[in-house]
C-alpha cells in the first residue's frame, strides 16, 4: 500500500465504464475484447445514497466480468439525482468512469484520502456492500470508489473470475435476480 515511503491508494480492484446500454456494452466487451462473462444487477436498490452529505437517488444497472486479469464493471445509469451528481459521473462512452479499490476500514481509509486532500462526493450502502466515493481531481481525471471489505462482496468476485476460467464465450450478459451469494 506504500510506495517510497508515500501513502497510496490500496491496489485497483476494479475498473468501471459507463454505458448508454448495459447489454449492448458487456456484448461489445465480450465480443471485441473477450472479456466475460459478466454478472449482472438491475437497477440496484440502496440502503441509503448520498450526494454532498445529502439524501440523492441512484439508479442504475452494473454487470461485472473479467477482462483476462482485471475485473471490469459496466454500468448504465437511469437516473442520478440531483443533477449535479450526475454531472459527476462520466458520461457514457467517454471513457473510465471510475477505479474501484477494496479496504478492511471504510472510516478508516475515507480518513486517511480526506487527509490527503481528496474530496468524497458519494456513499452509498445496500445490503452487505458500503462505499464512499472520491472525486479524482487533477491527477486522475475520474472518480475513485472505495469498498468495504466483507465476506459477500469478496465471494461475489471470486465467483466472477471463477466463471472467466475456460470459458466460452456464451452468454456473456448473465442477470442475478437475488442478491449474490
Known sequence: MYSLGVPS???IHHVGYVVEDLR???ERFA????A???????????????????????????????WGPILVEVTQVHDAQPAAFRETLVAPGTGLGHIGVLTPSLSQETERLEALGLT??????????SAVWFEGGPLFGHPIEVLQERD????????V????????GSEPL???TGPPE
Open 31 to 34: 465480443k471485441d475484447f473477450g
Open 36 to 66: 466475460g462473462p459478466f454478472f449482472g444487477m438491475e437497477h440496484m436498490v440502496f440502503d441509503e445514497v448520498t450526494y454532498r452529505g445529502v439524501a440523492a437517488v441512484y439508479d442504475h444497472s452494473s454487470a461485472f466480468g473479467c
Open 120 to 129: 468524497a462526493f458519494h456513499t452509498g450502502r445496500t445490503g452487505p456492500a
Open 174 to 176: 448473465r442477470i442475478m
Open 161 to 168: 473470475r471463477a466463471a472467466a476460467i475456460g470459458w466460452d
Open 9 to 11: 491508494l490500496p491496489p
Open 24 to 26: 449492448s456494452g458487456v
Open 152 to 159: 459477500e462482496i469478496l465471494g461475489f468476485y471470486a465467483m
